[in-house]
């Protein structure tokens, strides 16, 4: 079904981790060549590197111009994820390499993911787990009291999706929302602030939720935290770039913000150790659409596009 004019299966390279079940399916319709990290160099990539037309990768990989320059006939690079910030777009625009990746089949689970994790900070969901295991309730007696999301604004950086997604579940718990774009929206009732200061200083849980790349690279610095106030709660399902994590360590360090969720990091999978030792502070392995279900429409998502492509048909995901 996959092949092509001359019979063959089209060769293409899978950066793991993506789920088995995907790669067998992935093996069955392609000639498959499986690298454990976009660092790995083994034989089998290097000695087929000619043959190799497509990649599948995490969102995260990093298949930046010298990684796609090893394959000097490559025709696709397929994201297993909706953020493809880890993707050159720009040397694969100017090299005729398509590029797709998996937008909406995983918004329900990255906005679930950001709600959990606001719910988690403020009502100290991992702290009271900690508490009671170690004993303390019994010895210590009662938990400090934890803060209730109703009636607080949740500002959101990065109105798309994802975004949207959480407002509507923020809502629910009785929050209100507002948020920062690029460019204010007008099909949104929620108020507009100009720039991430101008938010974080309105809102009292500031959740990212925008893409990362050179655009929002530390967006979130000392002024935009400081902005937010002792009061206010960091959330990041989004990506670690976006986040200045020295200024967002020098901020827990100080109290001069009240906690922080996070699901993502600029350098995965190291985390600033740093942030270890705040109890106010949740930290989850990037696994905001970690759930079965979403990594295997995202998985199928990211073959249906590769298929696409190689059977002549428009990109269901084309983002260059
Ligand atoms: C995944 C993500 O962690 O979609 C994204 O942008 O960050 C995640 O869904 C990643 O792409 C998995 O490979």
Request: hydrophobic share 45%.
């Amino acid at each position: 079904m996959s092949e092509s004019s001359d019979g063959a299966k089209p060769c293409v390279l899978l950066i793991d981790p993506i789920p088995s079940w995907i790669v067998d399916r992935a093996r069955d319709l392609f000639d498959l060549i499986v690298l454990p990290h976009e660092d790995e160099r083994p034989a089998e990539f290097l000695d087929n590197v000619d043959r190799i037309l497509g990649i599948a990768m995490p969102g995260f990989a990093r298949v930046n111009a010298a990684m796609m320059a090893l394959m000097p006939n490559l025709q696709i690079a397929a994201c297993f994820g909706v953020g493809y910030d880890g993707i050159d777009v720009s040397y694969a625009k100017q090299h005729g390499i398509a590029v797709s990746n998996t937008p909406e089949v995983l918004t329900d689970c990255v906005a679930d993911l950001g709600m959990a994790l606001t719910l988690a900070t403020l009502r100290k969901v991992v702290e009271g787990d900690r508490y009671v295991r170690a004993g303390r309730w019994r010895s210590e007696g009662i938990l400090d009291l934890s803060h209730s999301p109703r009636g607080r604004c949740l500002g959101i950086v990065g109105l798309g999706r994802i975004g949207m997604e959480l407002a509507k579940r923020a809502e629910a718990f009785g929050m209100t929302i507002a948020y920062y774009n690029r460019s204010e929206r007008d099909d949104v009732p929620y108020p507009y602030h100009a720039s991430a200061v101008a938010l974080a200083e309105a809102c009292d849980v500031l959740a990212l939720t925008c893409p990362g790349g050179a655009a929002t690279l530390n967006l979130i610095n000392a002024e935009v935290l400081e902005a937010l106030g002792p009061k206010g709660y960091l959330i990041n399902i989004a990506r670690g770039s976006v986040v200045d994590e020295a200024a967002l360590v020098q901020a827990l360090s100080a109290q001069s913000i009240a906690g922080a969720g996070l699901d993502v990091f600029a350098d995965e999978p190291m985390v600033p150790e740093a942030l270890f030792a705040f109890e106010n502070v949740v930290l989850q392995p990037h696994q905001a659409s970690a759930t079965v279900e979403t990594r295997t429409a995202m998985g199928n998502l990211t073959i249906d596009n590769l298929l696409a492509h190689f059977q002549g048909r428009l990109l269901p995901n084309k983002v260059a």
